[in-house]
T-cell receptor, first 115, second 112 residues
């Protein structure tokens, strides 16, 4: 039963604390992505990774960090430098490489609330 | 600079009728377009896509139309069903770039 899992579904943190959101996929996809969704807005790309041990900044990378040590996992850390961290965070994956077109598939999301 | 725009934040349609969701884009380099459906507190689900070499793609009740000269695409759902009530996002990409650009979404409500 292949898919993308994100945990936890809801996360609460105090202001000033770093927090790490988990994303795991067993689809054997090379590429993984992190998006953020705010009310009334589309999804905005935070970071993406096309292959293990490599990742690139998206459109709103400031205040976030990622790692890609394993093909299956792409955790996102929301640091205290992120000015507006409360949002719905979505992880996605795609086959990647030279596949063309390359459709992205999404996990269920994590809602982060910073108090 | 919003490269992909969905100008209707919401749309209400009678059950059984046709739903038409619209999307405009400004970047002429985009050559691959997708529609996603999203329920509250869930991740988007891929619905249908179209490459710029086509002007229509159909999958069951869902059809996407692409008008390259107008930089416009639309998603038609017919007949509309209550389960179609969700937020619909269009997205665009330059094939091979592996980055999707999303519109703001349109909330579709199907009324019984």
């Amino acid at each position: 039963d292949g898919g993308i899992t994100q945990s936890p579904k809801y996360l609460f943190r105090k202001e000033g604390q770093n927090v790490t959101l988990s994303c795991e996929q067993n689809l054997n996809h090379d590429a993984m992505y992190w998006y953020r969704q705010d009310p009334g807005q589309g999804l905005r790309l935070i970071y993406y990774s096309q292959i293990v041990n490599d990742f690139q900044k998206g459109d709103i990378a400031e205040g976030y960090s990622v790692s890609r040590e394993k093909k299956e996992s792409f955790p996102l850390t929301v640091t205290s430098a992120q000015k507006n961290p409360t949002a719905f965070y979505l992880c996605a994956s795609s086959i990647g490489g030279l596949v063309n077109p390359d459709t992205q598939y999404f996990g269920p999301g994590t809602r982060l609330t910073v108090l | 600079d919003q490269q992909v725009k969905q100008n209707s934040p919401s749309l209400s349609v009678q059950e059984g009728r046709i739903s038409i969701l619209n999307c405009d884009y400004t970047n002429s380099m985009f050559d691959y377009f997708l529609w996603y459906k999203k329920y509250p507190a869930e991740g988007p689900t891929f619905l249908i896509s179209i490459s710029s070499i086509k002007d229509k793609n159909e999958d069951g009740r869902f059809t996407v139309f692409l008008n390259k000269s107008a930089k416009h695409l639309s998603l038609h759902i017919v007949p509309s069903q209550p389960g179609d009530s969700a937020v619909y996002f269009c997205a665009a990409a330059v094939q091979g770039a592996q980055k999707l650009v999303f519109g703001q979404g349109t909330r579709l409500t199907i009324n019984p």
